[in-house]
């Protein structure tokens, strides 16, 4: 068994279905189904004895004790977190709590648990910390990719809180020895993702005749792996990464922002044309940027393909094209998750709308 944390969420949902499709291994869950944590992502594995959820905190330290103990996992694949930057700017204590604090308690638990197994046991226990590439912060226009030796400096309290859990997760590796994998991935984009982010954000808003708010000048450039990507080389570096190595996972596939609205304006067009046949882009309109907001990110992904021979299945045309297909398809998803807490979130922030 392996236990995921955050496999409710927009990745972590994923890779549990992935996971699930791919391997007979059962999987146990722990979400805290804050508001990105949502059951419904699971609906197709509900009933499968193969997955085990378990509804808590992974800074709930005798509850993370209680499930190593009872379930005894072979790793434990780290997803939970606090993942939106705009939400870091407005209330960045949750991002503390959840990324540093309750990373903290995790590899603490995980720690006596991993000291008291057998040799052999011991020996093949992992435990992966998945981050962002955020951590590394911005790149000039010209400046190479980011690679797993960038040095560290995030820019936001997002970035900054999980920067954090990395040094942390590092030091538990260096200090105690536990086996820890770390991979710092690119923008996700695919099926199950919230919409507060900016692809499925541009999706919702569009279909629903709303502005397709741009911060800025919209050229702040990132790059984009489909999600079913970051999860095959999740799985890679579970089976074969190096204790104590970091791995860098990107596709790329930079674009700037405004490039990317307009691929997925162009597909809706293509897909499912306004009713009154003008273009989806005459719904953009650019807001007021963000503070602190990074210009450029862009991942080095050599050392993942030469080490472990990973590589993307999808190109961003092929990922963007399912994932806007896929929300055409599951628009009961999107409705239940435009309630409550969501609703309210998105408010504040685009109040105009
Ligand atoms: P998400 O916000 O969609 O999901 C996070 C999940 O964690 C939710 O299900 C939430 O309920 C759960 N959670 C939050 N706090 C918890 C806690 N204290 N205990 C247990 N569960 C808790 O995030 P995501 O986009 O799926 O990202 C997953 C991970 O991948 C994060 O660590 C994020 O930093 C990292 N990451 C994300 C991206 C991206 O583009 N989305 C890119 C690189 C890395």
Known sequence: MILVT???????????????????????????????????????VDGDARHVFV????????????????????????????SHVDRSIHGPEDFIQTNVVGTFRL?????????????????????????TDEVYGT????????????????????????????????????????????????????????????????????????????????MQVRDW?????????????????????????GGWNEMPNIDIVHTVCRLLDELRPRADGKPYAEQ?????DRPGHDRRYAIDARKIERELGWKPAETFESGIRKTVQWYLEHAGWVADVQTGAYRDWVQTQYAAD
């Open 107 to 131: 590899l603490q638990a995980v720690r006596q648990y991993w000291q008291a197994l057998c040799a052999i046991e011991k020996e093949a226990f992992r435990f992966l910390h998945v981050s």
């Open 139 to 218: 790149l000039a226009p010209d400046a190479p990719a980011f690679t797993e030796t960038h040095t560290t400096e995030p820019n936001s309290p997002y970035s900054a809180s999980k920067a954090a859990s990395d040094h942390l997760v590092r030091a538990w590796h260096h200090t105690f020895g536990l086996p820890v994998l770390t991979t710092n991935c690119s923008n996700n984009y695919g099926p199950y993702h919230f919409p507060e982010k900016l692809i499925p954000l541009m999706i919702v808003n569009a279909l629903a005749g709303k502005s397709l708010p741009v911060y800025g000048d919209g």
């Open 284 to 288: 953009i309109s650019y807001v007021q």
């Open 225 to 249: 792996l489909y999600v079913a990507d970051h999860c095959s080389a999740i799985r890679r570096v579970l089976e074969a990464g190096k204790p104590g190595e970091t791995y860098n996972v």
């Open 55 to 82: 509804q808590g905190d992974i800074g709930d330290t005798a509850l993370v004790e209680r499930l190593l103990a009872e379930h005894k996992p072979r790793a434990v694949v780290n997803f939970a977190a606090e």
């Open 6 to 44: 955050g496999g409710a969420g927009f990745i972590g949902a994923n890779f549990v279905l992935d996971w699930l499709a791919n391997s007979d291994e059962p999987v146990l869950n722990l979400d805290k189904l804050t508001y990105a944590g949502n059951r419904n992502n699971l609906a197709s």
